[in-house]
């Protein structure tokens, strides 16, 4: 079992007197500046210029300076600007600001374990990464509780680095919940391969290979829906709250043995072996260099299919559907 951290494992006291840069405040950013601050730390954002951003970190109270001068006066600077740009602001606008015994902090991995980021030997460097999106660290903080982290050391210089990344967790909340402690190559291909094949691609194809399937054998498109998409939600919810046990014990016996008897048809012994050579693309660099190189040339492909997907059968057909279900917010 995975050693588990908790509130009184850490000491919030080491990030005292200390001043901690968030760089940039969207998702994550805007949820560990403010815990940060209300937790009793100095905290400071880090923006360019122009960012839309800026307005919402003031109107919430919090310091906004440039990336540069937020690097220069802070001890903890914490990257939460998205992981395709990070090393491009890095170079320009941090490395040079680094002083010895700073700690640069990442929420995944992804930059420094593929060498995107190669930070002097003379700071620490961690990961505390939320395990939850950004507007829930916000809103669970400010309930009481908390979302779990995963916390890691890259690059031990002080030899607090691990301590002062489980304050740091303490901070916005994750100790409330439990941290466990991993590596920077964990987290970063735990976290690529879970939301390619299984969260994100995964299972948005399998409920598009379901509807679609549906359809063109002539059932009615909302069927489809309600079948393949909306259901999902009620059936991952029980999985959730008491794992497959409970959703099995909730649906029908007939629905159970359907599940035993064909599961194992759709994902095959060739999809599993599929799902390995997708963790080896991950775990070689391969998927990285993809992303990276898109990057570079302005997105063509991700524009291209972005934009194929909005328009998709599936997304008309829940876009009317869910516009008729005035409880889900609409934003
Ligand atoms: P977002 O896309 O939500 O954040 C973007 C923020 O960065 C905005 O405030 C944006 O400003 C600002 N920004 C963009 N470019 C620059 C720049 N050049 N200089 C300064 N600020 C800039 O990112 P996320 O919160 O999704 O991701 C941040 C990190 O957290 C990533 O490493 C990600 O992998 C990790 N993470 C994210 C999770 C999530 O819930 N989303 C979950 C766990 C980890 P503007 O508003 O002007 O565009
Ligand atoms: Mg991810
Ligand atoms: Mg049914």
Redesign the pocket.
């Known amino acids: 079992m995975a050693k588990m951290f908790y509130n009184e494992d850490a000491d919030l006291n080491l990030l005292k007197g200390k001043k901690i840069a968030i760089?940039?405040?969207?998702?994550?950013?805007h949820a560990h500046a403010l815990n940060l601050k209300d937790s009793g730390l100095d905290v400071v954002v880090?923006?360019?210029e122009k960012?839309?951003?800026r307005e919402r970190a003031e109107t919430a109270g919090l310091k906004v300076m440039s990336?540069e001068d937020a690097a220069e006066a802070a001890n903890v600077i914490m990257?939460?600007?998205?992981?395709e740009?990070q090393s491009k602001?890095y170079k320009e606008s941090i490395e040079k600001h680094l002083k010895e015994g700073d700690a640069l902090a990442?929420?995944?991995g992804?930059n420094i374990h593929f060498h995107q980021i190669v930070p002097p030997k003379y700071v620490d460097v961690f990961m505390v990464?939320?395990k939850?999106?950004?507007h829930l660290v916000r809103r669970v903080y400010e309930e009481g509780k908390g979302v779990p982290d995963l916390v890691a050391v890259y690059q031990n210089f002080t030899g607090k680095a691990f301590d002062t990344a489980l304050a740091y967790a303490k901070g916005i909340g994750g100790t409330r919940a439990g941290v466990i402690e991993t590596t920077f190559k964990e987290e970063t291909e735990t976290d690529l391969f879970g939301e390619q094949a299984v969260l994100c691609g995964g299972v948005t194809e399998l409920m598009k290979a379901g509807f679609e399937t549906l359809v063109e054998a002539g059932y009615q498109p909302e069927i489809a829906y309600f079948e393949c998409i909306n259901e999902m939600k009620l059936i991952i919810d029980l999985i959730y709250e008491g794992g497959f046990s409970k959703m099995r014990y909730s649906i029908s016996d007939t629905a159970e043995f359907g599940d035993y008897v064909t599961g194992k048809r759709i994902i095959t012994e060739e999809t599993r072996k599929e799902m390995k050579n997708v963790l080896s693309e991950i775990q070689n660099g391969e998927f990285a260099k993809k992303w990276l190189l898109e990057n570079q040339v302005g997105r063509p492909s991700f524009n291209a299919i972005r934009e194929r997907e909005a328009n998709s059968k599936v997304e008309q057909v829940g876009n009317h559907l869910r516009s008729m279900m005035a409880w889900l917010k609409k934003d």
């Open positions: 760089i940039g405040y969207g998702s994550q950013g880090g923006l360019y960012s839309k951003s990336v990257m939460l600007i998205p992981d740009k602001v990442f929420a995944h992804f990464a939320p939850g999106p950004g």
